[in-house]
């Protein structure tokens, strides 16, 4: 929450949209004054289509709603179950939940996701770092501290999704990335020079070239929209949101092993933009979707890991290669440049005796 958002009153404001009941918030894309009804109709409606100008859900599909028990899951997931009823999708909806090994954190975010199970009527599937890695996240930050942990976290939950979605025999996986969360993408890899990512992050549909796509409804979702500022509601004087309007049951927590990532820096900066100029977030991710990559930068050519058959550009995958490293008590050994994995060096491990007793840890269970 935006501690130093304050409340403006807007007095006796009719709705914009229906001019009959009192304006509730201000919709910070549009900057429109509307009531509590006609955000709920707008928003949902925005969403149906997205869903159909892009073509994203194809009646009969099996989908994993990715879930968290945040915010942006928690109403990506009750939103999907409404618009498939009222516009008869023919979807059929699964939660898909991670269960990185976070004790204080990820096993109470866990126990909502629970709960919309019950509430929503999906069935879930969790997977767990710990089946298919045979680590915890809590026990690789003690092993390696705070400063990469995201780097392990990250490689290993979006392999995670794959995998579980490949266990529920899902078409397709529904994240709930908004439009502040594609503008940051953006912004990193930009800032990163990342070339072969700065020419897909803004796809609403990524990964159709690997194992399960993925697709991203909320992609011009405002996260204010997601948590909404309220002006003027009678009862209601702070940050409030679709879900706390709707009264959803979400988990509210940030990570306790992310307060220093770089993410997070670009995440402010983003929000100093919106402050000044509401719309820079969605001229951020235009100006994404109309970058022209050079024909003559070479992009990396997918192929599929020799030791476990996830998709990749190398020998071996980011997520085999930094298991490798914590199975031999050298973490740091697929951490930016020092990747000897998937160089010479992994000729002399393979030599080595010590890589014998992690055959069996193979970075997942499936073969893609």
């Not at 999906?122 to 003690?142: A, H, Q």
């Not at 990747?339 to 499936?366: P, V």
Request: glycine share 8%; net charge positive.
């Amino acid at each position: 929450m935006e501690a130093d958002a304050k409340p403006m009153k807007l007095g006796g404001r009719l709705c914009c949209v229906c001019n009959q009941r009192r304006a509730a918030l201000k919709r910070p894309k549009t900057l429109e004054q509307i009531c509590r009804e006609c955000f709920y109709a707008v928003f949902e409606e925005e969403i149906h289509q997205v869903i159909l100008e892009n073509k994203l859900f194809k009646p009969g599909e099996r989908i994993a709603i990715g879930a968290s028990g945040g915010k942006d899951s928690t109403v990506l997931a009750y939103v999907l179950s409404e618009l498939n009823r009222r516009h008869n999708y023919g979807l059929d909806l699964f939660l898909l939940s991670v269960d990185e090994g976070i004790t204080g954190y990820r096993d109470d975010s866990l126990e909502t996701v629970k709960r919309n199970e019950l509430q929503y009527g999906l069935p879930l599937k969790i997977v767990s770092y710990k089946d298919l890695y045979g680590w915890t996240m809590d026990e690789i930050v003690k092993m390696i501290g705070l400063k990469n942990n995201c780097t392990f976290c990250g490689v290993f939950r979006r392999q995670a999704l794959d995998r579980g979605a490949a266990l529920l025999k899902v078409d397709k996986v529904a994240t709930g990335h908004n439009a502040d969360d594609i503008a940051e993408t953006v912004l990193l890899n930009i800032l990163r020079g990342d070339i072969a990512r700065l020419s897909r992050c803004t796809s609403i549909i990524t990964g159709e070239d690997g194992p399960i796509p993925r697709c991203k409804p909320f992609k011009y979702t405002y996260e204010k929209e997601i948590f909404m500022i309220t002006l003027g509601c009678q009862s209601l004087n702070e940050l409030s949101t679709y879900a706390y309007f709707k009264k959803l049951d979400y988990f509210s927590t940030e990570c306790i092993y992310s307060p220093n990532a770089y993410r997070g820096f670009a995440r402010e900066f983003i929000k100093d933009l919106e402050r000044i100029r509401p719309r820079a977030i969605l001229d951020i991710i235009k100006s994404g979707e109309d970058f022209r990559i050079a024909t003559s930068t070479k992009m990396p050519e997918q192929g599929t890991c020799e030791r476990c058959g996830y998709i990749s550009s190398q020998k071996w995958c980011k997520a085999c290669v930094l298991l490798e490293g914590l199975n031999r008590g050298l973490p740091k050994l697929g951490i930016g440049r020092n990747q000897g994995l998937n160089s010479d060096a992994k000729k002399d491990i393979k030599k080595d005796d010590r890589t014998k007793s992690i055959e069996s840890k193979q970075c997942g269970s499936l073969e893609f």
